[in-house]
């Protein structure tokens, strides 16, 4: 089947402008994750959707940063007035959200945002 | 907090051959899960093995194997007889049980030779 999908798998935007970034998880997933990975290191935790809640976003640097899972599929992650540093590669993830320590998060290909 | 260390600088490794790319973590919680993830060039990650803070065995998914040795807190990944397509940056990670975000590493990158 599909896998997480992420669009689009570029975006170059000026400083303090705004961006959307779209994830399109697996079918059938109710949990989603998303990352965010700097040049040269492992990715970092940013929030965690269960069905349309976001259940944990103590990952979100700033309020700049919001997401949203309207229907519990699609999710969109929102920056405003972006910055420089903002610049990396933005993964999503989604799992089955199983019991216990076993659940995969599955990724798609990120989204490479560079701030001018 | 968790916290996840590969050190490791980057390995070059002969196809064929077989290469163990080490990780070490810290918690003090019993009950986590351990994962390994490839992220070639494409910069997609790819699930590659999971283990247990419970399992008994060490886990073993096709070329990959887990060294897990709970008391050294330590899972290391083995990769059997490379191929030129292992090349990638390796990423291991962790997560406890009834949480949700995996925290990482910070990767160890190989390069397989023909």
């Known amino acids: 089947g599909a896998g997480v999908s992420q669009t689009p798998s570029n975006k170059v935007t000026e400083k303090g402008k705004y961006v959307e970034l779209r994830c399109d998880p697996i079918?059938?997933?109710?949990?989603l994750y998303w990352y965010r990975q700097s040049l040269g290191q492992g990715p970092e935790f940013l929030i965690y959707f269960q069905g349309t809640g976001a259940a944990d976003d103590s990952g979100l640097p700033n309020d700049r940063f919001f997401a949203v899972r309207p229907e519990g599929s699609v999710s969109t992650l929102k920056i405003q007035r972006t910055e420089r540093g903002d610049s990396a590669v933005y993964l999503c993830a989604s799992s089955l959200r199983l019991a216990g320590g076993s659940d995969t998060q599955y990724f798609g290909p990120g989204t490479r945002l560079t701030v001018l | 907090a968790q916290k996840i260390t590969q050190t490791q600088p980057g390995m070059f490794v002969q196809e064929k051959e077989a290469v163990t790319l080490d990780c070490t973590y810290d918690?003090?919680?019993?009950?986590?899960?351990l994962f390994w993830y490839k992220q070639p060039s494409s910069g997609e990650m790819i699930f590659l093995i999971y283990q247990g803070s419970y399992d008994q065995q060490n886990a073993t998914e096709g070329r990959y194997s887990l060294n897990f040795q709970k008391a050294r807190k330590s899972a290391n990944l083995v990769i059997s007889a490379s191929q030129l397509g292992d090349s990638a940056m390796y990423f291991c990670a962790m997560k406890r049980y009834g949480n949700n975000r995996l925290a990482f590493g910070k990767g160890n990158q190989v390069v397989v030779i023909p």
């Open positions: 079918s059938g997933h109710t949990a």
């Open positions: 918690t003090s919680d019993p009950s986590y899960g």
